[in-house]
């Protein structure tokens, strides 16, 4: 086995098997009820796929501009979103792999009940 793959990181796992404490309880609480809003649930689902400034995620979530720049205060508060700056513009993206799939995964168990397609087991 070479040095540089002995000294090289574990791939970050998907499953994380913890017991849900109250701080692990507290978290996720959080994070649900920063979903709770269609128009940060819909900011995060475009976000889940790539980043986007204030003007594209305006667009795209038909909200006004005032408003997604508020839901992404709130987001960026929470650190659910980070951002970067490209010239004049901030980019926003998700903070991490697990939110992306918890967003995909609620609204692809919305789209089950929307559509009546039958649920996976």
Request: glycine share 4%; charged share 25%.
């Amino acid at each position: 086995m070479s040095e540089e793959t002995e000294s090289a990181p574990a791939a970050p796992s998907l499953i994380h098997p913890v017991r849900p404490d109250q701080p692990h309880l507290d978290v996720a609480t959080a994070t649900f009820r920063m979903l709770s809003d269609p128009t940060r649930l819909h900011i995060l689902w475009i976000l889940a796929s790539d980043e986007a400034d204030v003007t594209a995620l305006t667009e795209a979530c038909g909200a006004s501009r005032t408003a997604v720049s508020q839901h992404l205060a709130k987001l960026r508060f929470s650190g659910l979103v980070d951002t970067r700056r490209e010239g004049r513009r901030i980019i926003y993206r998700i903070r991490d792999g697990h939110l992306a799939r918890l967003v995909r995964e609620g609204l692809n168990h919305a789209d089950h009940i929307v559509t009546g397609e039958p649920s996976h087991a």
